[in-house]
């Protein structure tokens, strides 16, 4: 492991293993100089179990320099839970695994990811105190942190579009949107209400179909979702969609998403500056739903919660600023600022 890219001095990567309930599960705690380890739970199915550490490493670093800029007192943590080829998700799958969180002492804290839902946080719960998300009185949706993502990127995006067009103004702007389930889903609302022409992909064609129904969007396959002639690409299915395959088929100014890890490696940042096209990064975008879970643990009001997440497009001019002074890419500008607030740069 420490031969890997992506390790970058995590503190601690642990494997969770309980074999007659069926959990096989790495935690990954990449920094704690802010506080404890903060990140989601992600249920997913890897070919090799390479594949759920690398992504550990990844997601954890992210969850440190989210935290970090977002000015949330947590350090970067995430979990990965491998799931079966069947996807098959038990109670005691789910049990095992608060066990395993619970023997961290507070080292890290959990919320929900791709394939874990609120009602599964509340089930691991039920073995650990180190949870956040949950749902209220029963109440999923209010705990659902995707429509709090969805806004920090719309507000992102429209700072993006001053930057590239010289206006917010989001009216017959073309927004190709990848993903469509709790942040994508809630995006394209947001922007078909300010009059965002949208083009959609989603592997789930009757999501994809609901949506543009709803929207009046187009919707094409999920392979020629690059290919789409646009001013913006909001990834906001899985990561690493940014890519040496992808990102010279792009016809967009804009890239501005809800997805973790887009960028496939650091040098596809350089590539996306290199064709003109600006990058966002995910980490500084995205921060809405972290803000929102950890407001369990933080105690801020609703109206806190939703005043940081105004603070998500200053954030990005003063990144975008960072990138011209120090004349790199705006992914190194956002890491860089991130290692200054935890002391490591
Ligand atoms: P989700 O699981 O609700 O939705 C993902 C959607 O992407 C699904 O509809 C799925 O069918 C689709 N999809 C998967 N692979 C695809 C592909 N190759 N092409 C097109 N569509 C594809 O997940 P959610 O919560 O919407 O999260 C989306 C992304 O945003 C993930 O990368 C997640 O880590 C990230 N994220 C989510 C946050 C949240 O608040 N839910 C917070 C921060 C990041």
């Known amino acids: 492991m420490f031969d890997l890219p992506d390790y970058d001095d995590h503190e601690a990567v642990v494997v969770a293993r309980d074999a007659q309930a069926g959990l096989c599960a790495i935690i990954?705690?990449?920094?704690?100089?802010l506080g404890p380890a903060h990140g989601g739970a992600r249920f997913w199915t890897y070919d090799r179990p390479q594949d759920a550490i690398v992504d550990a490493l990844r997601l954890s670093r992210g969850m440190t320099y989210k935290n970090a800029l977002a000015g949330l007192p947590f350090g970067g943590g995430k979990s990965v839970i491998m799931a079966g080829k069947d996807r098959t998700k038990t109670p005691e799958l789910l049990e095992a695994f608060g066990v395993a969180v619970e023997k961290l002492g507070g080292r890290y804290n959990l919320a929900e990811d791709v394939g874990i839902s609120p009602g599964d946080v509340a089930t691991i719960a039920r073995r650990t105190a180190h949870v956040c998300g949950l749902p209220a009185d029963g109440n999923e949706a209010a705990a659902?942190?995707?429509?709090?993502?969805?806004?920090?990127?719309?507000?992102?995006?429209?700072?993006?579009?001053?930057?590239?067009?010289?206006?917010e103004d989001l009216g017959g702007v073309r927004v190709t949107v990848q993903g469509l389930g709790g942040v994508g889903g809630q995006l394209c609302d947001m922007l078909a209400a300010e009059g965002a022409v949208l083009t959609l992909a989603d592997v789930d064609p009757a999501r994809a179909g609901a949506l543009a129904a709803r929207t009046g969007a187009q919707v094409v396959d999920p392979g020629q979702i690059y290919d789409v002639d646009a001013d913006v690409y909001a990834p906001c299915a899985l990561g690493a969609t940014l890519n040496a395959a992808t990102i010279d088929r792009l016809k967009v100014a804009l890239v501005c998403g809800g997805a973790n890890n887009q960028l496939a490696t650091p040098a596809d940042g350089t590539a996306l500056q290199r064709r003109g096209i600006l990058y966002l990064p995910d980490f500084v975008v995205n921060a809405g739903g972290v803000t929102h879970t950890t407001s369990q643990l933080t105690g801020w009001p609703h109206d806190k919660v939703l005043a940081k997440l105004g603070e998500i497009p200053g954030r990005v001019r003063r990144i975008l600023d960072l990138a011209a002074r120090d004349a790199v890419d705006p992914q190194r500008a956002a890491e860089r600022a991130a290692l200054e607030i935890i002391g490591k740069r």
């Open 28 to 33: 990954a705690i990449h920094d704690t100089t």
């Open 144 to 167: 659902d942190p995707g429509p709090f993502t969805a806004r920090g990127v719309f507000l992102a995006m429209k700072a993006g579009l001053a930057e590239v067009r010289g206006s």
